[in-house]
């Protein structure tokens, strides 16, 4: 049976963060998770790799076709969902729609921020923990190899990455909605990762009084907070310091949250109802959703920010068309490359027969020339022998062919003919 590319799985269009967080797959279960997808299939899965970040998971497999249907099943038996939970919010690509699709989300056209860059180093990630879990073959490692020369290609030729406002501008413009000039604020981020990293730096540039980090891990959060001149806190600390901070910024790959409902019910009645401002990054929640029904805090989820960087300009809008036109120029590279890969069996086998019917001639001639046959005598019958033999088959096809088939054929056989001596010359 023939193999597809085919990938699944929601996004941010598709499903809430409600919904994405129930799937979302930690770095440390990406390997068990791959590896229970390859004993749930078998061989009907030969390749796979799985992409998850906050704003999408998503399947990319070298399978069997009709294994598909299956998959979705698979998703949500392995997070514990009932088997119809997901349906209504998961897409699925096969083929030449599949490798689009990976091409599309590594040039940053699927995101939430039109171009933004941090979706390539994660489809890197997800590529390397394949590789690692051993389910990363030849198939998927060309469509990955080539969606990232794609993405480079988009970057490096339109202005897709130069027109994108990123999250982390976007946290600041809200804060700022909240609170105004964000020089009197004291903001605290919880995290240490990418994500952080860069709300540190947007936020920094307004130049705030204050500016803490607290981390799982102090060692990392004394390194991010020694390039903003920040103080730091454990996990542990943060009931007794919430209230201390005006925004809140956190992006941590924790799969519990982080800050319940009781204990920012706390920080607001110390801070004697002063707006706090909490921006939740992270996929899944850190901050309990009941935390945005109390009166003075502003609460806000990866997906309020992404709605507000979603509005397009015509520079935007004329870079995305650049982008698609090179995005299906790839595609159909690839599709070639595949189909070609398809065939390399027959070829193998067609040589293999050529190559025995060469044999066979030669070990003739060569009986011959030990009988003491002329060399002249043999050469002109080792030459007749493989003619013969090379013309048999399509001949005989021919011969039993009818209508339109002999009609095809008629036009084939020139085609499939070696060129001359003379017409070589």
């Known amino acids: 049976m023939s193999v597809d590319v085919l990938t699944f799985g929601l996004n941010h269009v598709s499903a809430p963060v409600a ?3 129930r799937v979302a797959f930690p770095l440390e279960v990406l390997k068990p998770a791959l590896a229970g997808l390859r004993s749930a299939f078998g ?28 998959l979705s099943a698979w998703l949500a038996e392995f997070n514990r969902l009932e088997a119809g939970a997901l349906v209504p919010h998961l897409y699925e690509y096969q083929k030449n729609d599949a490798v689009r699709h990976a091409f599309r989300v590594a040039s940053g056209l699927d995101s939430m921020v039109l171009g933004e860059p941090q979706i390539l180093g994660q489809m890197k990630s997800a590529v390397r923990a394949a590789e690692e879990a051993g389910t990363l073959g030849t198939l998927l490692h060309q469509l990955f190899q080539r969606t990232f020369s794609v993405a480079k290609e988009v970057r490096s030729q339109t202005a897709i990455g130069a027109h994108s406002v990123s999250m ?19 903001i605290l981020f919880i995290g240490a990762g990418e994500m952080i990293e860069l709300c540190a730096t947007h936020f920094a540039a307004a130049q705030p ?5 607290a981390n799982r891990t102090i060692e990392r959060a004394d390194v991010l907070a020694g390039r903003f001149s920040a103080r730091t806190h454990k996990l542990s600390e943060l009931p007794e310091h919430l209230s201390d901070y005006d925004v809140v910024v956190s992006c941590t790959a924790s799969s519990l949250p982080i800050l319940g409902l009781g204990m920012v019910e706390r920080a607001a009645r110390a801070r004697r109802h002063r707006p706090i401002v ?12 009941e935390v945005g029904r109390l009166a003075d805090v502003y609460l806000y989820t990866v997906d309020d920010l992404g709605r507000m960087v979603q509005s397009g300009t015509d520079a935007r809008r004329a870079a995305m068309v650049q982008a698609e036109a090179i995005i299906e120029t790839r595609v159909q590279n690839f599709m070639h490359w595949l189909d070609n890969r398809e065939i390399v069996p027959t070829i193998v086998q067609y040589q293999q027969n050529a190559d025995q019917l060469r044999l066979a001639e030669l070990d003739r001639a060569q009986r011959l020339l030990a009988r003491g ?5 043999v050469i002109e019958q080792l030459a007749h022998g493989l003619t013969q033999k090379y013309m048999h ?7 039993r062919s009818e209508g339109a088939e002999r009609q095809q054929l008629l036009t084939l056989l020139p085609r499939l003919m070696p060129e001359s001596g003379a017409r070589r010359r």
């Not at 009084?209 to 980090?213: D, H, K, L, S």
């Not at 088959?393 to 011969?399: E, K, M, T």
């Open 278 to 289: 909490m921006i939740d990054l992270a996929v899944p929640r850190d901050i309990e959703t």
């Open 393 to 399: 088959g399509p001949l005989s096809a021919l011969n």
């Open 43 to 70: 061989s009907a899965v030969r390749e796979a790799a799985i992409l998850s970040t906050c704003n999408r998971t998503e399947v990319y497999c070298a399978a069997d076709p009709d294994v598909s249907p299956q």
């Open 209 to 213: 009084q204050r500016m803490a980090v």
């Open 168 to 186: 982390a501008a976007a946290g600041v413009r809200l804060a700022e909605r909240v609170l105004g000039d964000l020089s009197q604020a004291n």
């Open 19 to 21: 919904v994405r967080e």
């Open 373 to 377: 046959v002329p060399p002249e005598q």
